[in-house]
């Protein structure tokens, strides 16, 4: 199992969330986050920013499924054919153990 994190423009995350349920990857948790990466802020004539707001996808998810639900994400939350600086990151990192609260039981 992997832990999946997204941070992406707010602006994309119904065509990211659309295109990850049209793939079958309904589960997910999202919240918004603020921060800034490697363009340090945007300065829009004197007034400076460099808390940018985003908002951050998060799925656990079958090893197997690592290639398609990043690829599904990085086509859905890019802006413009190559990208743009500021389009987000992706953070995969792996789950030792996932347990249903309801059920008790350990998995996916």
Request: net charge negative; proline share 3%.
């Amino acid at each position: 199992m992997l832990l999946l994190r997204a941070i992406i423009r707010p602006e994309k995350v119904k065509e990211v969330l659309d295109a990850l349920l049209e793939a079958g990857h309904s589960s997910v948790t999202k919240m918004e986050v603020y921060g800034r990466g490697k363009q340090k802020g945007i300065q829009i004539g004197d007034v400076f920013y460099d808390e940018i707001p985003k908002e951050m996808i998060l799925m656990i998810i079958d090893d197997e499924d690592k290639e398609e639900v990043k690829d599904i994400i990085i086509k859905s939350a890019r802006t413009g054919e190559h990208g743009n600086s500021g389009d987000g990151r992706i953070f995969i990192s792996p789950v030792d153990q996932a347990f249903t609260i309801s059920s008790e039981s350990e998995g996916l």
